[in-house]
């Protein structure tokens, strides 16, 4: 086990959660430390959003732990709950940015409802966030005149404008150009030093991610399947890692949802 | 026989369902009560909802007061002036739009307006995570976003029903008055000494509070309990103009049989 568990910030063990009948995660164990960035990775749709979610607090485990920051949340009401959340950050998978609202009064959102900072300050605070991920210059655009790629990096600046304990990302990456992506990337690593926090991210790129993340995690079929730091996962013979690390369609990790075979399906047999 | 069983069960399921969704509502209901600290302290968010609830419908509810108005003028005009009774006109116009017309046409048109406008823009915020990522901020969207606009639809219906029953007396006043020739000053003084402020403008104000409450909170609750997709908030908005519709007129059977009974 390369995670420490007793110096963990965020911890899950035996995390079961279904959508109804449909068991999406079937016993996830799995820790981060303060200061550290965790990767986790999977093939689409194996849980991983529903993952961060659930530490995120929006959707309660069937069973098993939850632990952030010392508190179990499963024994946590609503007011403690926003307590915890109001020291998280989180980046949407779709960016989730506010429609009704400029890219300025998007990332001082929750700054305005949080503190009672003076406007300037504000300003200084927003600026700076909007600097961070290259967009200053589009502080009056509204979300609707962004590109895929900036809408995601505004709402990076968004989940990170309270300075979080902890920051969760869905898929930092998706839809960025490379030179963002490795600017990115480099910006989540320093923004994890700076502010002492411990960072979640979830990732199919994973050469960038090698490059960055203390720890990673690959999730299957509602498992954490294999684990380890970057030089481990390079190193690593086990065949679903490998896969993943040099991209390959065959292997353990499935291209397709379950579904009955193609022959029978088209032939209208099956419903599947 | 089975095709008899089948219709029941759905029939059955359909009014569980309904209990369900009232049910829902009323917590609904009471969340939003209890979470509109702020949209009193932080004013200026429901200042906002009131100027796009209320501002932007004037004009629909300007138009058709005048409109149902002028139309109350030639109607009355023609009933009353075979019974020679044409001076009491004013009275007839008035009385309409004050205890019926007034709080119902311009509540369905505030519905259809401004209902179906929230139902569709908190629709959306919930199907593109807005509502999800402003929970996750720790701030509620209840508190931050349904509140205020369930406020703002309570304060600007009833303004918007008095300014629609005043639009349609202004318009009756022209067709009567103007264009008919029917006596001006028995026109006002017929109307002053018959309308009366409690019974019938009291009532009237009653009526609009009430259906404001109603339109609000199922453009509301509409918006925030719909499916978030396309096609869920297409069908949510039309529920909101429907279910509107129904709530406003059986509201009123209901209101008017306490209030008016002779
Ligand atoms: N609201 C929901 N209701 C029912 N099933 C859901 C719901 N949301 C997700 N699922 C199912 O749960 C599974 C996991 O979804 P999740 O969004 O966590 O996947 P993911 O790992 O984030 O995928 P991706 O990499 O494509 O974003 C999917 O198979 C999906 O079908
Ligand atoms: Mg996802």
Same mark, same amino acid.
């Given at each position: 086990?390369?995670?420490?568990?007793?110096?963990?910030?965020?911890?899950?063990?035996?995390?079961?959660?279904?959508?109804?009948?449909?068991?999406?995660?079937?016993?996830?164990?799995?820790?981060?430390?303060?200061?550290? @960035?965790?990767?986790?990775?999977?093939?689409?749709?194996?849980?991983?959003?529903?993952?961060?979610?659930?530490?995120?607090?929006?959707?309660?485990?069937?069973?098993?732990?939850?632990?952030?920051?010392? +508190?179990?949340?499963?024994?946590?009401?609503?007011?403690?709950?926003?307590?915890?959340?109001?020291?998280?950050?989180?980046?949407?998978?779709?960016?989730?940015?506010?429609?009704?609202?400029?890219?300025?009064?998007?990332?001082?959102?929750?700054?305005?409802?949080?503190?009672?900072?003076?406007?300037?300050?504000?300003?200084?605070?927003?600026?700076?966030?909007?600097?961070?991920?290259?967009?200053?210059?589009?502080?009056?655009?509204?979300?609707?005149?962004?590109?895929?790629?900036?809408?995601?990096? @505004?709402?990076?600046?968004?989940?990170?404008?309270?300075?979080?304990?902890?920051?969760?990302?869905?898929?930092?990456?998706?839809?960025?150009?490379?030179?963002?992506?490795?600017?990115?990337?480099?910006?989540?690593?320093?923004?994890?030093?700076?502010?002492?926090?411990?960072?979640?991210?979830?990732? +199919?790129?994973?050469?960038?991610?090698?490059?960055?993340?203390?720890?990673?995690?690959?999730?299957?079929?509602?498992?954490?399947?294999?684990?380890?730091?970057?030089?481990?996962?390079?190193?690593?013979?086990?065949?679903?890692?490998?896969?993943?690390?040099?991209?390959?369609?065959?292997?353990?990790?499935?291209?397709?949802?379950?579904?009955?075979?193609?022959?029978? +399906?088209?032939?209208?047999?099956?419903?599947? | 026989?089975?095709?008899?069983?089948?219709?029941?069960?759905?029939?059955?399921?359909?009014?569980?369902?309904?209990?369900?969704?009232?049910?829902?509502?009323?917590?609904?209901?009471?969340?939003?009560?209890?979470?509109?600290?702020?949209?009193?302290?932080?004013?200026?968010?429901?200042?906002?909802?009131?100027?796009?609830?209320?501002?932007?419908?004037?004009?629909?509810?300007?138009?058709?007061?005048?409109?149902?108005?002028?139309?109350?003028?030639?109607?009355?005009?023609?009933?009353?002036?075979?019974?020679?009774?044409?001076?009491?006109?004013?009275?007839?116009?008035?009385?309409?739009?004050?205890?019926?017309?007034?709080?119902?046409?311009?509540?369905?048109?505030?519905?259809?307006?401004?209902?179906?406008?929230?139902?569709?823009?908190?629709?959306?915020?919930?199907?593109?995570?807005?509502?999800?990522?402003?929970?996750?901020?720790?701030?509620?969207?209840?508190?931050?976003?349904?509140?205020?606009?369930?406020?703002?639809?309570?304060?600007?219906?009833?303004?918007?029903?008095?300014?629609?029953?005043?639009?349609?007396?202004?318009?009756?006043?022209?067709?009567?008055?103007?264009?008919?020739?029917?006596?001006?000053?028995?026109?006002?003084?017929?109307?002053?000494?018959?309308?009366?402020?409690?019974?019938?403008?009291?009532?009237?104000?009653?009526?609009?509070?009430?259906?404001?409450?109603?339109?609000?909170?199922?453009?509301?609750?509409?918006?925030?309990?719909?499916?978030?997709?396309?096609?869920?908030?297409?069908?949510?908005?039309?529920?909101?103009?429907?279910?509107?519709?129904?709530?406003?007129?059986?509201?009123?059977?209901?209101?008017?049989?306490?209030?008016?009974?002779?």
């Amino acid at each position: 086990m390369g995670a420490d568990v007793d110096n963990a910030f965020v911890s899950l063990e035996g995390v079961r959660f279904s959508y109804g009948d449909r068991e999406i995660l079937k016993g996830v164990d799995l820790s981060v430390r303060r200061g550290q @960035v965790v990767a986790i990775m999977g093939g689409s749709g194996c849980g991983k959003t529903t993952l961060l979610r659930l530490i995120g607090g929006q959707l309660r485990a069937s069973s098993g732990r939850i632990e952030v920051a010392g +508190h179990d949340l499963s024994r946590l009401g609503r007011k403690g709950l926003y307590a915890l959340r109001r020291r998280m950050g989180m980046l949407f998978q779709f960016g989730a940015l506010f429609t009704d609202m400029s890219v300025f009064d998007n990332v001082a959102f929750p700054l305005r409802e949080h503190t009672d900072l003076p406007a300037e300050t504000i300003r200084d605070l927003v600026l700076m966030k909007l600097n961070a991920v290259g967009l200053r210059g589009a502080e009056r655009l509204q979300p609707a005149e962004l590109s895929g790629g900036m809408a995601r990096r @505004v709402a990076l600046a968004r989940a990170v404008a309270l300075d979080p304990m902890l920051i969760m990302y869905d898929e930092p990456f998706a839809g960025l150009d490379p030179i963002s992506l490795g600017v990115i990337g480099q910006l989540i690593r320093r923004l994890n030093d700076a502010l002492g926090a411990s960072s979640i991210m979830v990732t +199919h790129d994973v050469h960038e991610s090698l490059e960055i993340v203390d720890y990673i995690y690959f999730v299957a079929d509602g498992r954490i399947v294999a684990q380890g730091t970057p030089d481990e996962i390079r190193a690593s013979k086990d065949p679903f890692v490998h896969q993943f690390v040099y991209a390959e369609a065959d292997g353990p990790v499935p291209f397709h949802y379950p579904a009955a075979p193609m022959g029978e +399906h088209l032939l209208g047999r099956s419903t599947a | 026989m089975n095709g008899a069983t089948t219709l029941l069960r759905r029939i059955g399921a359909r009014v569980v369902e309904g209990v369900w969704r009232v049910g829902f509502a009323a917590r609904f209901f009471m969340l939003v009560l209890l979470y509109s600290g702020q949209s009193l302290t932080r004013i200026h968010l429901t200042i906002r909802e009131i100027y796009f609830s209320g501002v932007l419908s004037l004009l629909i509810i300007v138009v058709s007061g005048l409109f149902v108005g002028m139309v109350l003028g030639l109607q009355g005009y023609e009933t009353l002036q075979r019974y020679g009774a044409a001076e009491s006109l004013g009275v007839l116009v008035a009385l309409s739009l004050a205890r019926e017309l007034g709080p119902v046409v311009a509540g369905l048109l505030f519905a259809s307006r401004a209902g179906s406008a929230v139902t569709a823009e908190i629709g959306l915020m919930k199907t593109t995570e807005q509502l999800k990522a402003m929970d996750m901020m720790a701030v509620s969207p209840i508190a931050r976003v349904v509140a205020p606009r369930f406020w703002g639809g309570v304060i600007s219906m009833p303004l918007l029903v008095a300014i629609f029953s005043a639009m349609g007396v202004f318009g009756g006043w022209l067709i009567g008055v103007v264009f008919i020739g029917v006596d001006e000053g028995a026109f006002w003084s017929q109307m002053q000494a018959a309308v009366d402020f409690r019974y019938d403008i009291a009532n009237g104000m009653i009526k609009s509070v009430v259906f404001a409450v109603a339109v609000s909170l199922i453009a509301v609750f509409e918006g925030y309990d719909c499916t978030p997709t396309a096609e869920g908030v297409s069908r949510a908005i039309t529920r909101t103009v429907v279910s509107s519709a129904l709530a406003i007129l059986a509201l009123d059977f209901v209101l008017t049989s306490f209030m008016f009974r002779g």
